[in-house]
């Protein structure tokens, strides 16, 4: 059985953290994620989970690192500073293998910028926002079902590779409402479960690759098994070891758990690509104009096709490099000054041209504006 709900994209993503399984919630209000603390607050007591608003965005991190040890699922919400303020605990989550999911739903910066306006300025800083070399994955929803599905995914993929996901909106998506089915029994839908250690307390290693994949087994704090956890450079025994060799051991295994997986993690979708000899690049609201974009295209007699990407990072490479090879020409929208683009400018290495039309305005583009720049960039 199931149920059908006009819900905002917002609290898609709540649904989709207790179909998950989330018991633990930690984070500062701000706008415009906010639906997802609230929704929280009144949903986790009911489920036999645990909100708590914290005095910060950093301290909020601090909490849901800690939740992760013991072996919860959790979640935190921000947008633009408060996105800022979580990257050095952003950084200690990848050293240390912390699973856990943030949502970012994205606004205009930099700074406090324009807080109920639509952008996609955190494209890098959801990447690089953090110091130094680390891997994580991020997620882009387009519509309020897929703010549901992806957050299960967002799960999935934080759970199996160990890793932090980041369920990267933007206010559109967050706040839109659009007609949602959901079933009417969550415990119908598998949760996604860490690997687990099978050696006794006595012989484990926190980050002991004993799998050959990558992905330590983690045992729960709490549970008998005793282990070190820092942000340090650490050995198997997750005690700091900063030799040559034991840095670049840590780096190479965390590189390839996340890049020998790329089939598993990254998600594309096409639309009306069949034929298509031009591609717009569009992802989260702005894919949303290219859609119909795409259509009125059509109408005129130009075969344009789309491809979203939904999984941002690890970035989709090997799929932008085949596009390169059958169209004539891709357009790269998004609503920042030029993020995007440059990875897909990257991938395509000159095979065929790359433009961009970056809309910054607080605004997000109308089909005609982003058909007037397809034809004006592609000289159509």
């Known amino acids: 059985m199931s149920r059908i709900l006009l819900l905002q994209g917002n609290q898609a993503v709540v649904e989709g953290a207790i179909a998950a399984g989330v018991k633990f919630f930690g984070g500062y209000p ?184 990558g992905v330590p087994p983690m045992a729960d704090f709490g549970s008998g098994y005793r282990w070190h956890v820092t942000g340090l450079v650490h050995d198997e025994t997750g005690f700091p070891k900063g030799t040559p060799g034991a840095t670049v051991a840590a780096a190479d295994r965390q590189y390839h758990k996340i890049y020998d997986n790329l089939d598993d993690i990254v998600q594309v979708d096409e639309y009306r690509m069949e034929d298509a000899e031009y591609a717009i690049v569009a992802f989260g609201g702005g894919a949303r104009t290219a859609y119909e974009t795409v259509d009125m295209a059509r109408a005129k007699g130009i075969k344009v096709g789309l491809v979203r990407p939904i999984t941002i990072w690890p970035f989709a490479g090997a799929q932008m490099a085949a596009l390169a090879d059958k169209v004539k020409g891709i357009l790269v929208h998004e609503l920042n000054c030029g993020q995007y683009v440059l990875e897909v400018e990257r991938a395509v290495a000159g095979k065929c041209p790359v433009c961009s039309y970056a809309k910054y305005d607080n605004e997000p583009a109308t089909p005609a504006q982003l058909l007037a720049a397809l034809e004006k960039s592609l000289a159509l």
């Not at 301290?59 to 990257?87: E, N, R, Y």
């Not at 990447?127 to 519509?143: C, E, M, V, Y």
């Not at 957050?151 to 949602?180: C, F, N, Q, W």
Request: include cysteine; glycine fraction near 8%; charge should be negative.
């Open 30 to 213: 701000i706008t415009p994620s906010t639906e997802v603390a609230e929704s929280l607050a009144e949903k986790l007591p009911l489920v036999g989970g645990k909100f708590i608003q914290m005095e910060d965005e950093i301290a909020s991190m601090g909490a849901i690192i800690g939740a992760s040890l013991t072996g919860k699922k959790v979640m935190t919400a921000t947008s633009g500073p408060g996105f800022s303020l979580k990257q050095e605990l952003i950084g200690y989550a990848c050293a240390a293998e912390v699973p856990m999911v943030i949502v970012n739903v994205q606004r205009v910066g930099p700074s406090t910028g324009q807080p109920t306006s639509p952008s996609q300025g955190d494209i890098m800083q959801a990447r690089w926002g953090t110091h130094g070399d680390h891997w994580l994955i991020a997620l882009t929803p387009a519509s309020v079902p897929e703010c549901f599905e992806l957050t299960l995914r967002a799960y999935a993929l934080s759970e199996k590779y160990r890793t932090p996901v980041i369920l990267l909106m933007d206010e559109v998506i967050g706040h839109m409402r659009e007609k949602i089915e959901l079933p009417d029994n969550y415990d119908e839908i598998p949760k996604a479960e860490r690997k687990r250690p099978a050696c006794a307390p006595a012989d484990y290693k926190a980050y002991a690759d004993v799998d050959g994949d």
